[in-house]
């Protein structure tokens, strides 16, 4: 999405060198060569396919030494490049706090070292997280010192040496108050930077939760699983039914589109102003302080949208969400509305010979809504005077083309178009009016069935109560 934009809105842009390893099977060339193919980059293909020319890939590694980089590629951004952006890392919450460090923290050290070398670097912008220090309930786009026992490079040293099961033995003592490896080494980086990087050209994006786009390249455009998008897909199939939550909480999300417009406004404003500044400027891409929204305005436009609008083709169950405030609720409910459905459902592809799948399908939906529950409890309210400094920075044309301004984004318009963007670019379902007929035919289904279970719950409760209750009158 970022190099998609840079090529659209930037045509005088020079090279762009993508750092891009093999992965599952396929080389650096034929993963560009598939992203390119996507429909992220239909209307750049259509007006001006020569610019794609412009995105060389680099075959390195954030985990090998020195990124990877053959002595050419090297050779080339030390003398070529002028801003350099920071983005790779592990965004699994659960990952070995080994991996995390190395990744996350070993990346940045090494893209530091290279910074050093590039000859006219005017810019270097790491991307963090707004999480980076969600164990402050008011966060401020400032640096917040970790201590000693926090020393970045003491930590990859450990991770030389230790065994991995002794180190991840020390994870919970290092995450503390912080729920999980990511949240963790993106603050540990922060750290690394403020220490051994305040020399260069430095700032810092801290974005919130990203999800779908507002209006670039589509409104409700998005290419993956990540974040809210798996949820909503859960919910939407009828598979995910409870949640550990609080649903007064604000739910922060930002759209991709908004993300990188103000990556991009970052990368041109950090080149004019590292000279006037002390220290690196820090900014928070987030949406629940100007513009918040709740949880449960969230739960209600999911049902409504899922049960009646534009239900997905293809479901479990009759969707429905619902939040607990304690584990016991929790528990429960994960009882009544998941597990026994899913014995049933595996129950009855036995009988008929088809595969069970929904057991091992809620032992992920499980594990994955878990590492939600830190995040749908709370809420947390950053500054952002450095993000609204930047929108004044910038001139009226720049403005539109870069927008990150959250007060234009009208919720009720970008949640349905964020659901609708599942069904369409991730599950890649038939958008045909039919097809929507037909899936609003089996959510009717759904109701009538779910209608006359109650129905029958409660005659049978009525039945096996009647004895009792006459026995009491009779008395």
């Known amino acids: 999405c970022f190099i998609e934009k ?3 809105s930037c045509p005088n842009v020079g090279n762009i060198y993508m750092l891009c390893r093999a992965k599952k099977g396929k080389s650096p060339s034929e993963r560009m060569t598939a992203m390119f193919s996507e429909m992220l980059f239909d209307n750049l ?8 020319q412009k995105v060389i890939p680099v075959i390195g590694d954030v985990m090998d030494e020195n990124l990877g980089l053959s002595e050419e590629d090297e050779k080339a951004i030390i003398e070529n490049v002028n801003i350099m952006i920071h983005s790779a890392a592990t965004i699994r919450f659960d990952e070995h706090i080994k991996m995390s460090l190395q990744l996350n923290v070993g990346g940045t050290v090494k893209m530091v070292n290279l910074a050093r070398r590039v000859k006219n670097l005017v810019s270097f912008i790491h991307v963090s997280t707004a999480y980076a220090n969600c164990n402050l309930a008011d966060i401020e786009e400032v640096y917040y010192e ?10 990859l040293e450990l991770c030389d040496w230790m065994d991995e099961d002794v180190l991840a033995s020390m994870t919970n003592t290092l995450l503390r108050d912080r729920p999980n490896t990511y949240c963790l080494t993106k603050a540990i980086s922060e750290e690394y930077l403020f220490q051994h990087a305040k020399d260069l050209p ?4 801290r974005p919130s939760i990203i999800g779908a786009s507002w209006q670039e390249p589509a409104p409700g455009w998005i290419d993956n699983f990540n974040g809210p998008s798996g949820l909503f897909i859960a919910v939407g199939k009828g598979v995910l ?5 609080d649903v007064n909480k604000v739910a922060d999300i930002i759209p991709i589109d908004y993300c990188v417009n103000m990556l991009i406004s970052v990368g041109w404003y950090t080149s004019i102003i590292t000279k006037q500044v ?3 400027l820090i900014y928070h891409c987030t949406s629940g302080s100007k513009k918040p929204y709740t949880w449960f305005q969230l739960g209600t436009l999911m049902l409504e949208f899922f049960q009646s609008k534009e239900p997905y083709n293809q ?3 009759r969707p429905d969400v619902n939040f607990a405030t304690n584990k016991l609720e929790l528990e429960y409910w994960k009882t009544i509305s998941h597990w026994i459905p899913a014995y049933l459902a ?4 036995y009988v008929t010979g088809s595969k069970p799948i929904m057991l091992r399908t809620y032992d992920k939906v499980h594990k994955a809504s878990k590492t939600f529950t830190f995040f749908t409890k709370r809420e947390w309210t950053w500054t952002d005077g450095n993000c609204n400094m930047l929108m004044t920075k910038m001139s009226d044309i720049d403005k539109r083309i870069y927008n990150f301004n959250v007060n234009d984004i009208i919720w009720e318009d970008y949640y349905p178009n964020y659901f609708r963007g599942t069904k369409k670019y991730i599950l890649k379902e038939d958008m045909s009016a039919t097809k929507l007929q037909e899936a609003r035919a089996q959510q009717a289904r759904w109701r009538s069935i779910s209608n006359i279970a109650v129905l029958v719950f409660v005659a049978s409760l009525l039945y096996f109560l009647y004895p009792f209750i006459m026995s009491l009158l009779s008395s």
């Open 6 to 8: 840079v090529l659209r």
């Open 45 to 52: 293909r259509a007006e001006n396919p020569d610019c794609i």
């Open 146 to 155: 970790m201590g000693e026992e926090y020393n970045p490079i003491k930590l």
């Open 202 to 205: 430095l700032g810092i994006f």
């Open 241 to 245: 039914r409870i949640l550990e939550g």
């Open 278 to 280: 002390e220290t690196p």
């Open 315 to 317: 479901v479990f169950r």
């Open 346 to 349: 595996d129950g009855l592809a």
